[in-house]
């Protein structure tokens, strides 16, 4: 299986990089619509549960994100694979997936698509969106 990061020297990829490459798991497979959907500007229901979690809620879902970030960070101004990366582990947490399982796709996504120590921001940003899902489910 080619990996994307060869050509690149460990930097993240793009989306011409995605084509041939085939995903392990559903996860995977949910980063790679992800990513090339964002690159088209065309979000849509998908086979993959994930991506139709994604795409049901991408609003609220970015929103999680940029809360879970220690500086609030917008959006936008995280990059691309990191951002797809965290919108289908968010994704997967608001489908009641265990956070040790989300958190180990996450990682392996992050160490095959993304630049060398990215896994720590995307694993740090995931807990502190678990704390946020959870605390938003808790009825008032």
């Known amino acids: 299986m080619k990996n994307p990061r060869d050509k690149k020297g460990g930097n993240s990829i793009k989306a011409e990089d995605i084509e041939g490459i085939i995903p392990q798991d559903e996860s995977e497979e949910a ?3 992800i990513f090339e959907m964002e690159f088209w ?3 849509h229901k998908d086979p993959n549960p994930i991506v139709n979690t994604f795409v049901s ?3 609220n879902i970015d929103k999680i994100i940029e809360e879970a970030t220690n500086f609030r ?7 691309p694979v990191e951002r797809d990366i965290l919108r289908v582990a968010v994704s997967e947490l608001l489908m009641g997936k265990d956070i040790n399982e989300v958190l180990g796709k996450a990682v ?8 060398t120590n990215s ?15 959870e605390s938003k489910s808790k009825p008032e």
């Open 31 to 33: 980063f790679l619509k």
């Open 41 to 43: 500007g065309n979000f």
């Open 57 to 59: 809620q991408k609003e």
């Open 73 to 79: 960070k917008k959006i936008e101004s995280i990059i």
């Open 108 to 115: 392996r996504l992050s160490r095959r698509y993304s630049t």
């Open 119 to 133: 896994y720590r921001f995307i694993k740090a940003v995931i807990i502190n969106a678990k704390k946020i899902v």
